[in-house]
Nanobody, 129 residues
Framework: QVQLVESGGGLVQAGGSLRLSCAASGRTFSRYAMGWFRQAPGKGRVFVAYISSTGDTPYYADSTKGRFTISMDNAKNTVDLQMNSLSPEDTAIYYC??????????????????????WGQGTQVTVSS
């Protein structure tokens, strides 16, 4: 089993920044990929960003491209999400997800929550107007 713990959520004003972190522990894989998803109140869980330990080009949802940056520290098994220029529409619970890496995947495969085997408990991000 792989355990994921997110941190870094909180309350921020519109236009501000937050940095989320996710740490993986347990029976982790040497090659792996991680993603960030978010779920706003009353809505489904949607893709935010994806990165792999092998150095594949990261993927971003159109709504976050240019504002969010995903990064990974392979030695620490952590993934960060730097979020800039936040707006109230970014308010959601943010989840990190983890999967074993077999081969490079497409953007659409990265978007699919069902492709990830392990999930964190989520961290709340609230952006006030």
């Amino acid at each position: 089993q792989v355990q994921l713990v997110e941190s870094g959520g909180g309350l921020v004003q519109a236009g501000g920044s937050l940095r989320l972190s996710c740490a993986a522990s347990g029976r982790t894989f040497s090659r792996y990929a991680m993603g960030w998803f978010r779920q706003a109140p009353g809505k489904g869980r949607v893709f935010v960003a994806y990165i792999s330990s092998t150095g594949d080009t990261p993927y971003y949802a159109d709504s976050t491209k240019g504002r969010f940056t995903i990064s990974m520290d392979n030695a620490k098994n952590t993934v960060d999400l730097q979020m800039n220029s936040l707006s109230p529409e970014d308010t959601a619970i943010y989840y990190c997800a983890y999967k074993r890496y077999y081969d490079q995947i497409t953007y659409f495969q990265a978007m699919a929550a069902g492709n990830y085997a392990y999930w964190g408990q989520g961290t709340q991000v609230t952006v006030s107007s």
